[in-house]
């Protein structure tokens, strides 16, 4: 056991009783990690034709992504006569950079290689990063049946034959 200085500037200093070697191997580790998941870089693909639906999930798995620390590249593949429409692909290029514009900046924009264009984007500071594809989670809240039945009694009254022997009554 030995005598270590955790937090040298701090006032007063930081010390704790550990196992130096142990203690070596936990900062080492810590700082591999860090440096590997800021290294890391994820890829999403997307076509021309995409549906609404498809657009919005993969923008939340982009998001995921980019609230994780990771670098993405977007990459928009074209597929034969979508090749007649570069244009298509440039304006869905920039409405992908416009969607992500709360959580990710850009490193390289759009350009075009052979079948595809591809882009890669950083994560904003965790400070200014804020989701907008977020996936809403609702909870099911179940009807009462006490509501249920007062229903059916306030039908039965109104049916016509109760109004009807609510007349001969009278």
Known sequence: MDLIEVAPTANPPVCRIADFGKFKYELTKKEKENRHSASKV?????RVKIGAHDYETKLRHAEEFVEKGNKLKIVLQFRGRENAHKD???VM???IIKDLET???IDMPPKLVGRAIGMTLSPLPPAKRKRRFAKIEEEYVEDDDDHDEEDDESEESDSPEATHEEEAAK
């Open 42 to 46: 994820k890829e999403i693909k997307f």
């Open 88 to 90: 298509l692909g440039m």
């Open 93 to 95: 290029m920039k409405k």
């Open 103 to 105: 959580m990710a900046h």
